[in-house]
């Protein structure tokens, strides 16, 4: 069934705007760089920044003219609104500098959502896809573009400053931060595959013994405090995202295999003092109501308020879902990554407030990009990679959020904490925290992002 998607509904996006986001966020992320005016011809700035959207932002459309390719600090990138790509891409001249290459509005493109809100394709969940976006398009959903893009604007301020700008700060100094989670969709259905195997192959005798050991012996997932000891065992705490809806969507898909009032209690002992979460169900990310009594629920099993959520299959409508989620005054989302690709959504590695396209304003609520989930590394649907290519393939991406100071979002799932997955379960996790805590990373919930970054 085809998703019906709500109604463009955008306040005018002018240059004056897009330059206030984008500014918002470069500031954010390098402490000092609000001492420096910064911005088009017209308003002379000391940082003067080529003007390339013309009339792009006032059409609505989700796709912009190809980008143009420059080299910055070694690395390929795309620049989008790129009117003089035969000029220096920044040229250094006394107490002045020259970007030739629109970085505002690219940024702003990437950053905002924009393609994704203006477009209307959708998947069977509901989602914009990744096969719909720039990033596949051009091939670069593994480069933060936006943070290369400001540490253009960082290398022009400190030109006219004479002074190095400080990036974000991470506990004791660490080069970047890592920040864990675990949704808990399924506690109790570790034997279903299996005894659905042996079904079909007839295999009675193992049919019986996995329904047997279904009502007897403890299930495989049921595994919060060996997740929790996992994590732990590395020096860091985690973030679980527990899901309160236990019902079938309409459409089918499955919300928990478990009812949270029952298991609340002994969930919450087991995850000890790791941060607790809001799994929002299927349609509630376009369903505030529904997403309110859901998050009444979860306060009521923690004993407190509920700062963090992800939305369960990684729903997420942009033309509804950030004013939702603003309205219900949550800290922080960390919803947006692609299902298909590991990488960086929004082109970008550090937390960000997401545009709100009705009125032009930035959310309230801070965005933790998601960076890499264990179903995306190994799915029919998805990578499909093989167990020993999957640290190979992420490092790349891991050295770019380490060289941007940023934030690396890995979500696994409790269930594939299961010894019995070979191909993206614990072992795999395991090579991923000893690579990420050999690099120095601090390991950080979701409230310690919240408390760093000065938004």
């Known amino acids: 069934m085809a998703t019906v998607l709500p109604k463009v509904s955008a306040a005018a996006v002018s240059a004056e705007t897009r330059l206030a986001y984008v500014l918002h966020h470069f500031r954010l992320a390098y402490a000092g760089a609000d001492a420096v005016p910064i911005g088009y011809a017209g308003q002379q700035p000391q940082v003067e920044v080529a003007d390339g959207a013309g009339d792009f932002f006032e059409r609505q459309l989700p796709y912009p003219p190809a980008p143009s390719w420059r080299e910055w600090q070694g690395r390929r990138l795309p620049f989008f609104f790129d009117l003089a790509s035969d000029k220096p891409l920044l040229e250094l001249v006394d107490n002045q500098a020259i970007i030739n290459s629109d970085l505002i509005s690219a940024a702003f493109y990437l950053l905002s959502g924009w393609q994704e809100y203006f477009c209307e394709e959708r998947d069977r969940h509901g989602r914009f896809p990744f096969s719909a976006s720039v990033q596949h398009r051009y091939g670069f959903v593994a480069v933060p573009v936006v943070n290369y893009y400001f540490d253009i604007l960082r290398a022009a301020v400190e030109h006219v400053t004479g002074r190095a700008l400080k990036p974000l700060q991470w ?92 298991i609340c209690a002994k969930a919450i002992a087991a995850i000890g003092d790791s941060e607790a979460g809001l799994h929002g169900s299927i349609g509630t990310a ?170």
């Open 171 to 262: 506990a004791a100094d660490a080069p970047f931060a890592v920040f864990v989670t675990h949704d808990i969709d399924n506690l109790f259905s570790a034997w279903k595959a299996p005894a659905k195997a042996a079904l079909l192959r007839r295999d009675w005798l193992g049919f019986g013994q996995r329904l047997w050991q279904h009502f007897t012996r403890h299930d495989a997932w049921d595994n919060l405090a060996e997740v929790q000891q996992t994590v732990a065992s590395y020096g860091a705490k985690s973030t679980f995202f527990f899901l309160p809806e236990q019902s079938k969507s309409a459409n089918g898909t499955p919300n928990a295999d478990y009812k949270l009032s029952r």
């Open 286 to 455: 376009v369903h505030g109501g529904n997403l309110k009594e859901e998050e009444h629920r979860l306060q009521r099993c923690i004993k407190g308020q509920v700062a963090g959520i992800r939305f369960h299959y990684l729903q997420w409508e942009p033309r509804i879902t950030p004013v939702i989620v603003s309205s219900l005054m949550f800290r922080f989302d960390t919803t947006l990554g692609f299902a298909e690709h590991f990488g960086f959504r929004n082109s970008y590695c550090l937390p960000f407030q997401p545009f709100l396209f009705l009125n032009g304003h930035v959310a309230s609520f801070l965005e933790i990009p998601l960076n890499v989930m264990d179903a995306t590394l190994h799915h029919p649907n998805y990578l499909q990679l093989a167990p020993d290519e999957i640290l190979p393939a992420l490092t790349p991406m891991f050295q770019e959020i380490e060289r941007f100071g940023g934030v690396c979002t890995v979500l696994w799932h409790n269930e594939n904490f299961d010894p019995a997955n070979t191909r993206n379960g614990p072992e795999q996790f395991r090579a991923l925290m000893e690579y990420l805590r050999g690099r120095g990373a601090a390991f950080v919930t979701g409230r310690d992002i919240c408390e760093m970054v000065s938004w």
